[in-house]
């Protein structure tokens, strides 16, 4: 299987209300490393996963409404444990969808999976993998 990857960076805050998480129950703040992966079975005509530049875009476009933020004030995430897991399926479904909806040419209507990676620093970081179609 082929793959391209792009990546960004964004700054948030949030707190982890839940005994679970010790000292992040705390209002603190994250910078994430993003990685997005996008599969395909076959290479386009053009001999290409994806266009990059429209991936870089959609990732942008997707990060920007969250980036300085704290994420305990949004709406979307009302009620939710902003963890890093979550982030990624957050993350994950807004590009699916952007993918599907033609955001990424024609070429993102022939991908298998995306892959969402958040990582916290170089030791630590969450992933979320999952079928376009």
Do not use: W
Request: hydrophobic share 45%; glycine share 8%; charged share 20%.
């Amino acid at each position: 299987m082929f793959s391209v990857e792009v990546r960004d960076r964004i700054m948030i805050a949030h707190s982890l209300p839940d005994p679970f998480f010790g000292p992040a129950q705390g209002k603190h703040g994250a910078s994430f490393v993003v990685d997005v992966a996008f599969y395909r079975e076959t290479l386009t005509p053009q001999n290409v996963v994806v266009d990059i530049g429209a991936a870089l875009d959609v990732l942008s476009k997707t990060l920007k409404p969250l980036a300085y933020q704290d994420l305990d004030t949004l709406p979307q995430f009302k009620g939710q444990l902003t963890t890093t897991e979550f982030l990624c399926k957050y993350v994950f479904d807004a590009v699916a969808a952007a993918a599907k909806s033609g955001a990424l040419g024609v070429d993102g209507q022939g991908l298998a999976k995306i892959r969402v990676t958040l990582h916290e620093h170089d030791l630590a970081r969450a992933t979320y993998e999952g079928s376009v179609a």
